[in-house]
């Protein structure tokens, strides 16, 4: 079973910065594609960045610019590096990994997610 523990989330001011980790369990970390998604109260789950598998990297635009997604596949683990955080990047975080292990149905998992609050 496929496991992927978040951490790195918590409390920062506005235009602070923070590292938020994910790291996967198993064998296959090197083909996942791997996404940070969020979701704040009332909104709809957003994909915030992706990476894939040969490390193409794709942002939303609310982001782009002050975040950065990489992977060490050594370490089996994804980061997104968070700078200049606003008040509008509060939310829960969730990382999210997408095996092509069969191109009709790719399998997904989810970390457990973890909040962000940026708050003076």
């Known amino acids: 079973q496929v496991q992927l523990v978040e951490s790195g989330g918590g409390l920062v001011q506005p235009g602070g910065s923070l590292r938020h980790s994910c790291a996967a369990s198993g064998d296959r970390f090197r083909v996942y594609a791997m996404n940070w998604y969020r979701q704040a109260p009332g909104k709809q789950r957003e994909l915030v960045a992706a990476?894939?598998?040969?490390?193409?990297?794709n942002y939303a635009d609310s982001v782009k610019g002050r975040f950065t997604i990489s992977r060490d596949n050594a370490k089996n683990t994804v980061y997104l590096q968070m700078n200049s955080l606003k008040s509008e990047d509060t939310a829960v975080y969730y990382c999210n990994a997408r095996d092509p292990i069969m191109s009709i149905r790719p399998i997904e998992y989810w970390g457990q997610g973890t909040q962000v609050t940026v708050s003076s």
């Open positions: 990476i894939t598998s040969g490390g193409s990297t």
